[in-house]
């Protein structure tokens, strides 16, 4: 072991602020585990989608309570004296501790921190920060992570995400702080009562206009922290209570039943689709911390989970049915069909790079955004994020209403498809063991893109610098390759329109591209 290295690690020891960590830490020294001391040590967590996100574990790179009071005190250090900052968290290991820890930092530094009432939902906390007028906002989750994993987002004072360049100024602040040990902590902050979660509560069951109500739903939490608060929503809004997917409805940080808490991923809605078989109308599911949010139908006979792009468009169409005017945004990986949405009904649409922190602030009229990886934004002006409670509600607010007059959502993808053409989009995803495979990857792709595909001459669009995506795109499609923003993943995103709205042309030449792009970046 380098003497660089040892010394890292004791000057961490001394530091710490828990005794289990120290002891972990001060095991792998005294065992010479030079590859995972390494490993935790060759750099700080750095701030990537809004925040950090790692595995759990002891060392400056790892989520652990001396990074998050580290990473607190760095956030405090640009805040103005007094200033607001509003704290929530989920179920995951850690996340009440570092809630309250972060808490303590921030009061101790002056600063009128307020702490959520339990564990609850990300788009509450989002709702948080513009319903207190706080400076700042901080979420501990992460999200739709494996279980060994937690993280810390961070939003800025007008309820959106932080963007560049906080964030490097955030990492700056973070590394000139001190010693864990020696950061000032203080008892005096709040810890608010239930009366915030009425208001969201209230505020999303508003959203809703009188009409049917006849549906029958399935929902997964995930094993999160969304149930209970959805089943508000819904009992608000005139909704008969969803029936729960008992294995998944409590909150379990070890997320037992998937292999990934993630309902994009293959088999993680199986429990759910076994239940609806026994007789729904329509299955909702919620990421462990509820800011997305995945629905399956029954089409033909089978069930099927709709597509974040699918769902998507389905939210646009039922709010512009509803004559909600503005901008209707999305991202540049997501399907380009609610452009021909929003030009047909004269409305406003932005394309922004991924993420919401870049969707909620494409234009000051905003009134829904969307991404294709089931995150949506019915009401930026209530939650300034992607939020899947009131992305649920309004889905069930359409299924009910076309289920009224003999239809379904599933018929009304149809229809859009015979009207405008059918846009099919699916993804391709290489997951790494090594990060750095990725750049590799794309540094390839970029050296050596391809000439066709679907034997279509395409145009290549390299977004660097500004962002690391490469666009190949042709009249009737495209694929649109990126990093993954929060796992190690190269992501691949296809799209191909068919103007007669054949299903079955989409799937042939959907079927073909995925091909195309497997050999591509394999």
Request: charged share 20%; proline share 6%.
């Amino acid at each position: 072991m380098s003497t660089q290295l040892r010394a890292a690690v004791e000057d961490w020891i001394a530091g710490e602020v828990d005794d289990a960590a120290a002891a972990d830490l001060q095991a792998l020294l005294d065992a010479d585990d030079v590859g995972e001391l390494a490993d935790r040590f060759r750099a700080p967590l750095t701030f990537g989608t809004a925040g950090l996100r790692g595995p759990l574990r002891a060392g400056p790179n790892g989520m652990n309570r001396a990074v998050v009071r580290r990473a607190a005190a760095g956030i405090a250090s640009r805040l103005d004296s007094g200033a607001t900052v509003v704290i929530g968290y989920d179920a995951r290991h850690g996340s009440a501790d570092f809630a309250h820890d972060s808490a303590a930092v921030l009061a101790g530094a002056g600063c009128d921190a307020r702490v959520l009432p339990g564990p609850l939902p990300t788009p509450v906390l989002a709702f948080a920060v513009l319903r207190l007028r706080a400076a700042a906002g901080i979420m501990v989750t992460a999200s739709h992570n494996p279980p060994e994993d937690n993280g810390y987002k961070v939003y800025a004072g007008d309820g959106g995400q932080i963007v560049p360049p906080a964030d490097t100024e955030i990492e700056a602040a973070i590394q000139a702080v001190g010693p864990a040990r020696a950061i000032a902590m203080s008892d005096a902050y709040t810890v608010l009562d239930g009366s915030l979660v009425d208001a969201y509560v209230a505020a999303v069951a508003g959203l809703v206009e009188p009409g049917p109500r006849e549906l029958r739903i399935v929902h997964t939490a995930m094993h999160g922290v969304g149930g209970e608060v959805l089943r508000r929503v819904f009992a608000r809004a005139g909704f008969a209570e969803p029936i729960d997917v008992p294995q998944q409805a409590k909150p379990d940080p070890d997320f037992p039943t998937v292999a990934f808490p993630n309902p994009e991923e293959p088999g993680a809605l199986d429990l759910a689709l076994q239940l609806a078989e026994q007789g729904a109308d329509i299955v909702l599911a919620n990421d462990p911390d509820a800011d997305r949010c995945a629905v399956a139908v029954p089409d033909s006979g089978v069930w099927r989970m709709l597509r974040g792009d699918e769902v998507g468009v389905l939210l646009a169409d039922a709010l512009l049915r509803k004559g909600i005017r503005g901008t209707y945004a999305t991202t540049i990986v997501s399907s380009t069909m609610l452009k021909a949405l929003a030009a047909r009904h004269g409305v406003g649409y932005a394309e922004t790079l991924t993420g919401f922190k870049w969707i909620t602030r494409a234009a000051p009229d905003l009134v829904y955004g969307y991404e294709e990886a089931l995150g949506y934004a019915v009401a930026p002006s209530l939650v300034r994020d992607k939020d899947g409670i009131s992305a649920a509600l309004l889905v069930a607010e359409y299924a009910a209403l076309l289920r009224s007059g003999g239809s379904s959502l599933a018929r009304r993808l149809d229809e859009l498809a015979a009207e405008y053409g059918r846009y099919a989009t699916d993804q391709v995803s290489i997951r790494v063991d090594d990060v750095a495979a990725i750049g590799a990857m794309m540094a390839r792709l970029r050296a050596a893109p391809p000439a066709t595909l679907l034997g279509v001459p395409v145009a290549v669009t390299d977004r660097l610098p500004t962002a690391d995506v490469v666009t190949l795109s042709w009249p009737s499609g495209r694929v649109v390759v990126r990093p993954s923003g929060t796992e190690p993943k190269l992501k691949a995103y296809l799209e191909v329109v068919v103007a007669d709205g054949s299903r079955d042309e989409a799937t042939r030449r959907m079927t073909q591209l995925r091909a195309e792009v497997s050999a591509l970046l394999s």
